[in-house]
C-alpha cells in the first residue's frame, strides 16, 4: 500500500486486486473494450485478469491519491466467501469506477490514511484490522453509483480487440506452483473475460494476425510446457495439471500433436 502520486500501471502478479482512491489529476481508464473518463475524485477498482491501462490527460495536474494491492486469499475471511473475481467490482462487464462527493471523498481518504498507520504498526493483529477496512472499501462501493463509460474509441476495432486477447493471453504466464488461478483454456473462455462473442473475437484475431486464436492459445501452452519441463523437476502430471489439463494423457497427446514428441523424451533430450 502507498500514496499516489505516481504511476497507476499493472502489477505483474495477476492475482492482485487494487482498489484506488483518486483525489486529483486527470486519467482515461481504458477497461477491457470499454473506456472512462476520470478526471475527478473517484474510487477504482482492477485486477490484471481483465486487461486495463491507465493513461494520463496531457497537462493534468500532477496526480495524486492512495492505492492498496491485496490478493483475494488475503481478504476472502473478510468477505464471507464472496469471490471478488465474480464481484461487480472486478468482473470484465462489471463497474469498476465510481466518482465520489465531497463527503465520499473525505470520508474514503479517512479509511485510506488508517489503512497506511496500521500498515506501519506492529500490531498482532494487524492483517485482521486491515482485511476489516479493505472490506470496508468494498462494501462502500456497492453503496454508490457507479459511472458510466464512454465507447472506446479505436481506429481498427479488430486492432484493439486482438491486443486485448494477446494481453489477457500474456498475462496467463509464466505459471508457477504459488499460483493457482485456473487458465483460460479456449477461445469461449478469452471470449467470456472479454465480454465479445466468441466469432468477433476469432475473426479480429484472424484478420490482425493472420492466425487463429486456437493457434495462439495452443503456442503459448506448447511454450510453457517447453520451458516448465525443460528448467523445473515437476512431475509431468503436475504441469499438465498446472496448464489447464484435465487428464495428464490429454497434455501428453497435445505435446505431441505440436512438437512431435512426448513431454517425457523433449525433458530427456533438454
Known amino acids: 500500500m502507498q500514496e499516489a502520486e505516481c504511476g497507476m500501471g499493472h502489477y505483474d502478479r495477476r492475482d492482485v486486486f487494487k482498489c484506488v482512491l483518486v483525489l486529483r489529476g486527470a486519467n482515461e481508464l481504458h477497461y477491457a473494450t470499454r473506456s472512462y473518463l476520470i478526471d475527478r475524485p473517484a474510487l477504482v477498482f482492477t485486477n490484471r485478469l481483465v486487461p486495463f491501462s491507465w493513461e494520463p490527460i496531457e497537462g493534468s495536474v500532477e496526480q495524486e491519491g492512495y492505492i492498496v494491492a491485496f490478493t483475494e486469499p488475503f481478504l ?36 485510506f490514511a488508517r489503512m497506511r498507520r496500521d500498515f506501519n504498526t506492529d500490531y498482532a493483529h494487524q492483517d485482521d484490522v486491515l482485511r476489516n477496512q479493505l472490506s470496508l472499501l468494498v462494501h462502500e462501493a456497492a453503496r454508490l453509483q457507479p459511472a458510466r463509460p464512454y465507447p472506446a474509441v479505436a481506429t481498427n476495432s479488430a486492432e484493439r480487440v486482438t491486443n486485448l486477447f494477446l494481453s489477457l493471453l500474456d498475462i496467463q504466464f509464466p505459471v508457477t506452483k504459488e499460483y493457482h488461478e485456473p487458465l483460460l483454456k479456449n477461445a469461449q473462455d478469452y471470449a467470456d ?10 475473426r479480429a484475431v484472424k484478420q490482425v494476425t493472420g492466425k487463429p486464436t486456437t493457434a495462439h492459445i495452443a503456442d503459448r501452452l506448447t511454450s510453457e510446457a517447453k520451458l516448465l519441463l525443460h528448467h523445473t523437476d515437476w512431475p509431468v502430471g503436475d504441469i499438465a495439471d498446472r496448464l489447464g489439463f484435465e487428464y495428464a494423457t490429454y497434455f501428453h497427446r497435445f505435446f505431441k500433436q505440436h512438437t512431435g514428441t512426448t513431454p517425457l523424451a523433449f525433458r530427456q533430450a533438454a
Open 76 to 111: 476472502h475471511s473478510a468477505m464471507r466467501g464472496v469471490s471478488l473475481k465474480e464481484s461487480v467490482l472486478y468482473r470484465v462487464d462489471g463497474n469498476p469506477v465510481y466518482y465520489l462527493d465531497a463527503e465520499q471523498q473525505r470520508y474514503l481518504s479517512e479509511v
Open 193 to 202: 473475460r472479454l465480454a465479445v462473442h466468441v466469432n468477433s473475437l476469432n
